[in-house]
C-alpha cells in the first residue's frame, strides 16, 4: 500500500498504512500556522475491497463542526471526482469504501489544480475582450494574475471578483471559471449586456502559494489574507497588497469576494451592514442585490448565513467590509458549501465543481440587475 502527496496541493500525514480496513492519517498544518482541513492524496492499495481510512487529528482542525455530515470526495481519474461514505464522531473522521480501481485520489472537496489556473488564463486571454495583467508575485514566486475583461472607460462601472483567498476553498475558483466561460461567450446577451456597461477585474486564484502547499486557510508566510485588508505588506500579504494597488488605481464599483464555509450547508452572501460609511443608499443597494441573486438562481437563499454586524462594528481587515468603506461601494463575500445546498439536496454528488461552476455563470445575472444603480 502507497500513499502519496507529492504534488499540487497534497497534503496528508501517513501514521500507519499497513492494512486497508485501519489506515490512520493526520492532516498537516498549514505551514507557520494552526489552521488545517485541507487533504488531498493518492492511495494505491488493492482493488475491490474494503478500505478505513481514519484521519486522526479531526477534531483539532479549523472547523471541526465542518465534519459533521460531511462526505469526502474521490476520483479515479482526476476529472470526475464522486462522494465516498464518511462519517465524524467528535474527535475522527473515517473514510469507508471499496475502491473499484487499484488507485484513487481523495480530497477535501474537488481540487482546482495551479496548472488548471494557469490553463484557465490563458484560455481567457484569447478572448478579445481580455487582457492579462500580473500585478505582481507571490512569497513562493508566482504571479498574481488579473483578468481586465471590457475596453475600460471613464463612465463603464468597475467589477471586482476575487477568488480563493483561503486556498482550500477551492469551488471558489470553480465558480470564477464558471463565471468567466459565460462572460466571456458572445452568444451571451447578459455578457453582451454587463460588457456594455462594465468593467470586469477578475483575480481567480488570490492565494496561489496556498494552494499549491495544499494549505487551508494561508499563504506561504502563514497569514490569513482575508485579515490583511486593513494594512497588507509586501512581506507578508504581497497577493492583498498588490491587488488592491490595482484596485486603487482603477477604482472599484462593486466587488464579490467568493469563498466556502465549512460549516453552514447552503450558498449565501455576507454584506458590509457594519461598516462605519454604512448608509440607507448602501441598505438598499444590499437589498437589491440579494432579490435579483434569489431571482436568478435557485441555488442561492436569504434564511441562512453569518449573524449580521452591529452598526460600526464590521471587521475592517476582511476583504469585502475594507473595500466597501474604502470605495464606498456594494461588496459581498459569497460562501458555498462544502457539504451540500441543503435547499436543493443532491444524494450522489452534493455541493461540486460543477454546481460551483453554474453559480458562477447565473451571478452575472444578479449582478447585471445592479449594474445602473451602483453609481
Ligand atoms: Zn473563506
Same mark, same amino acid.
Given at each position: 500500500?502507497?500513499?502519496?502527496?507529492?504534488?499540487?496541493?497534497?497534503? *496528508?500525514?501517513?501514521?500507519?498504512?499497513?492494512?486497508?480496513?485501519?489506515?490512520?492519517?493526520?492532516?498537516?498544518?498549514?505551514?507557520?500556522?494552526?489552521?488545517?482541513?485541507?487533504?488531498?492524496?493518492?492511495?494505491?492499495?488493492?482493488?475491490? *475491497?474494503?478500505?478505513? /481510512?481514519?484521519?486522526?487529528?479531526?477534531?483539532?482542525?479549523?472547523?471541526?463542526?465542518?465534519?459533521?455530515?460531511?462526505?469526502?470526495?474521490?476520483?479515479?481519474?482526476?476529472?470526475?471526482?464522486?462522494?465516498?461514505?464518511?462519517?465524524?464522531?467528535?474527535?475522527?473522521?473515517?473514510?469507508?469504501?471499496?475502491?473499484?480501481?487499484?488507485?484513487?485520489?481523495?480530497?477535501?472537496?474537488?481540487?482546482?489544480?495551479?496548472?488548471?489556473?494557469?490553463?484557465?488564463?490563458?484560455?481567457?486571454?484569447?478572448?478579445?475582450?481580455?487582457?492579462?495583467?500580473?500585478?505582481?508575485?507571490?512569497?513562493?514566486?508566482?504571479?498574481?494574475?488579473?483578468?481586465?475583461?471590457?475596453?475600460?472607460?471613464?463612465?463603464?462601472?468597475?467589477?471586482?471578483?476575487?477568488?480563493?483567498?483561503?486556498?482550500?476553498?477551492?469551488?471558489?475558483?470553480?465558480?470564477?471559471?464558471?463565471? /468567466?466561460?459565460?462572460?466571456?461567450?458572445?452568444?451571451?446577451?447578459?455578457?453582451?449586456?454587463?460588457?456594455?456597461?462594465?468593467?470586469?477585474?477578475?483575480?481567480?486564484?488570490?492565494?496561489?502559494?496556498?494552494?499549491?502547499?495544499?494549505?487551508?486557510?494561508?499563504?506561504?508566510?502563514?497569514?490569513?489574507?482575508?485579515?490583511?485588508?486593513?494594512?497588507?505588506?509586501?512581506?507578508?500579504?504581497?497577493?492583498?497588497?498588490?491587488?488592491?494597488?490595482?484596485?486603487?488605481?482603477?477604482?472599484?464599483?462593486?466587488?464579490?469576494?467568493?469563498?466556502?464555509?465549512?460549516? *453552514?450547508?447552503?450558498?449565501? *452572501?455576507?454584506?458590509?451592514?457594519?461598516?462605519?460609511?454604512?448608509?440607507?443608499?448602501?441598505?438598499?443597494?444590499?437589498?437589491?442585490?440579494?432579490?435579483?441573486?434569489?431571482?436568478?438562481?435557485?441555488?442561492?437563499?436569504?434564511?441562512?448565513?453569518?449573524?449580521?454586524?452591529?452598526?460600526?462594528?464590521?471587521?475592517?481587515?476582511?476583504?469585502?467590509?475594507?473595500?466597501?468603506?474604502?470605495?464606498?461601494?456594494?461588496?459581498?463575500?459569497?460562501?458555498?458549501?462544502?457539504?451540500?445546498?441543503?435547499? /436543493?439536496?443532491?444524494?450522489?454528488?452534493?455541493?461540486?465543481?460543477?454546481?460551483?461552476?453554474?453559480?458562477?455563470?447565473?451571478?452575472?445575472?444578479?449582478?447585471?440587475?445592479?449594474?445602473?444603480?451602483?453609481?
Amino acid at each position: 500500500m502507497f500513499i502519496s502527496t507529492a504534488f499540487d496541493s497534497g497534503n *496528508i500525514e501517513v501514521i500507519r498504512a499497513d492494512r486497508p480496513d485501519d489506515i490512520r492519517l493526520n492532516i498537516r498544518k498549514d505551514h507557520a500556522s494552526d489552521f488545517y482541513q485541507w487533504f488531498h492524496f493518492k492511495l494505491l492499495s488493492t482493488a475491490e *475491497i474494503e478500505h478505513r /481510512l481514519v484521519i486522526e487529528n479531526a477534531s483539532g482542525s479549523a472547523y471541526p463542526k465542518g465534519w459533521e455530515g460531511y462526505q469526502a470526495f474521490a476520483s479515479y481519474d482526476r476529472d470526475t471526482w464522486f462522494r465516498v461514505p464518511t462519517s465524524f464522531d467528535g474527535t475522527a473522521v473515517t473514510i469507508e469504501f471499496t475502491p473499484e480501481q487499484e488507485s484513487v485520489f481523495l480530497a477535501y472537496f474537488v481540487p482546482y489544480s495551479w496548472e488548471r489556473h494557469l490553463d484557465l488564463v490563458q484560455w481567457a486571454q484569447q478572448s478579445a475582450w481580455v487582457e492579462q495583467k500580473v500585478v505582481g508575485t507571490t512569497l513562493d514566486g508566482r504571479d498574481m494574475n488579473v483578468l481586465v475583461i471590457g475596453e475600460p472607460s471613464e463612465e463603464k462601472r468597475s467589477i471586482w471578483i476575487t477568488a480563493r483567498q483561503h486556498p482550500g476553498e477551492t469551488m471558489a475558483e470553480w465558480f470564477v471559471e464558471g463565471l /468567466l466561460e459565460h462572460l466571456l461567450n458572445e452568444d451571451e446577451p447578459v455578457a453582451r449586456q454587463l460588457l456594455e456597461q462594465c468593467v470586469f477585474y477578475v483575480v481567480p486564484n488570490m492565494n496561489p502559494d496556498g494552494s499549491v502547499r495544499g494549505h487551508l486557510r494561508t499563504n506561504a508566510a502563514g497569514v490569513n489574507l482575508n485579515r490583511e485588508w486593513a494594512t497588507p505588506s509586501v512581506e507578508k500579504s504581497p497577493e492583498v497588497f498588490h491587488v488592491l494597488n490595482m484596485m486603487d488605481e482603477v477604482g472599484v464599483d462593486m466587488y464579490l469576494d467568493i469563498h466556502g464555509d465549512e460549516n *453552514i450547508p447552503y450558498n449565501f *452572501i455576507a454584506g458590509a451592514e457594519g461598516i462605519p460609511s454604512y448608509d440607507e443608499r448602501h441598505a438598499q443597494l444590499e437589498a437589491k442585490f440579494r432579490a435579483a441573486y434569489l431571482q436568478a438562481t435557485a441555488e442561492f437563499q436569504t434564511t441562512y448565513g453569518y449573524d449580521k454586524d452591529e452598526p460600526g462594528k464590521a471587521n475592517l481587515t476582511v476583504a469585502s467590509n475594507a473595500v466597501a468603506e474604502r470605495f464606498r461601494c456594494l461588496a459581498f463575500t459569497v460562501e458555498m458549501p462544502f457539504k451540500d445546498n441543503d435547499d /436543493l439536496p443532491d444524494p450522489y454528488q452534493q455541493w461540486s465543481d460543477v454546481r460551483s461552476q453554474q453559480l458562477g455563470r447565473d451571478t452575472l445575472r444578479a449582478i447585471l440587475a445592479v449594474v445602473p444603480t451602483l453609481r
